[in-house]
């Protein structure tokens, strides 16, 4: 399984970004895909969650009302559509994706996800 980013860049506060992760070998048919972000000096931190097989969807209060998760199936993309983007948004924006664990994906800590990423920089001035 291979997951690959691209649309991070550098933008304006109140600007807005599209992530794209890219998969290849992932199956959809039941799991969680998310993304997460981690700034210097600071922990990985969870800002969307997918469940793969439904619409169900979870953010953190920091970025909820302002940040989509969404998936492609057929293209094999998941997408992180981030509106109204605050320089505390900053950081390094990482997907994962993993098969499913028996337990609701808002449950899912960084360890239950199988897959990742290498990152894609999002700098909000």
């Known amino acids: 399984v291979q997951l690959v980013e691209s649309g991070g860049g550098s933008i304006e506060a109140g600007g807005s970004l599209r992530l794209s992760c890219a998969s290849s070998?992932?199956?959809?048919?039941?799991?969680?895909v998310g993304w997460f972000r981690q700034a210097p000096g600071k922990e990985r931190e969870r800002v969307a969650v997918k469940y793969t097989s439904g619409p169900e969807t979870e953010y953190p209060d920091s970025v909820k009302g302002r940040f989509t998760i969404s998936q492609d199936e057929a293209k094999n993309r998941v997408f992180l559509q981030m509106n109204n983007l605050k320089p505390e948004d900053t950081g390094v924006y990482y997907c994962?994706?993993?098969?499913?664990?028996?337990?609701?994906?808002?449950?899912?800590?960084?360890?239950?996800?199988?897959?990742w990423g290498q990152g894609t920089q999002v700098t909000v001035s």
């Open positions: 994962a994706a993993g098969f499913w664990k028996g337990r609701s994906c808002d449950r899912w800590n960084s360890r239950d996800f199988n897959y």
């Open positions: 070998g992932f199956s959809y048919s039941r799991g969680c």
